[in-house]
């Protein structure tokens, strides 16, 4: 990834935003109800709590070093036009500096703004760096067509590493291939293995999936609502 492709890559999504203007108030607060706050904004993505956190001072883009991924994820989490411009350009810093997590998180936003080549360019970047949930996710690009010419052998085996790697939507979209016969031939009892798997990995929906049960329909839910791509 060279820095000319990530600048490329940047303008490309900045111009699919709307800049909208944030005021904020400033108000001090401690230790522990920092921490506090920024549990709620990272993990609960209350853009609230985010909020909160910025008016207390963040680094700025020049000094953030090793905190550049964590405070992109704070601007992004606001939700708003403005917090996910800057949120770009604090993972854009990370990712640079071979921070796998800014790498996957710009694939991420790109996914969400339709931008498929883009977010493939950095699910891949992260995915080759052995982060599990970009593989999953890469293959949900192969597999749909997405940006790239539609390869089910490709997603199978993209999926199959994440899987190995003890990504539970891998195992679990691995499940449906075989469950259906996408791209495989269908085998009932491998899909209520992976099924298994994708459940001991801690996905509630596939403990309580019956492959041997499952209808075109499921199917059709299961694609129509992205269940197999982690956000």
């Known amino acids: 990834m060279t820095k000319t492709t990530l600048a490329k890559s ?106 498929y080549k883009e977010a493939r360019e950095y699910f891949s970047l992260a995915c080759d760096r052995g982060f599990a949930r970009a593989c999953n996710n890469l293959g949900v690009l192969y597999r749909g067509g997405l940006g790239v010419a539609q390869d089910l052998a490709k997603a199978k085996s993209l999926y199959a590493k994440a899987c190995n790697d003890r990504e539970p939507l891998g195992c679990y979209n691995l499940a449906f291939m075989y469950a259906f016969g996408i791209g495989v031939n269908q085998n009932i009892p491998l899909a209520r293995s992976y099924f298994g798997k994708a459940c001991d990995l801690g996905s509630a929906e596939s403990c309580e999936i019956n492959a041997d049960t499952l209808q075109r329909e499921d199917l059709q839910r299961f694609e129509k609502e992205d269940r197999g791509f982690e956000i």
């Open 10 to 115: 940047m303008l490309h999504f900045v111009f699919g935003f709307c800049i909208c203007a944030c005021v904020l108030k400033a108000v001090a607060i401690n230790d522990e109800e920092w921490r506090a706050a920024y549990s709620l904004c990272t993990q609960d993505k209350q853009a609230q709590a985010c909020l909160l956190l910025i008016e207390q001072g963040l680094d700025s883009i020049d000094e953030c070093e090793e905190a550049c991924n964590e405070i992109g994820t704070i601007y992004n989490n606001v939700g708003s036009d403005a917090g996910k411009i800057i949120a770009l350009k604090y993972y854009a810093k990370a990712a640079l500096k071979g921070n796998v997590l800014s790498a996957y998180n710009i694939g991420l936003m790109f996914y969400g703004q339709k931008m």
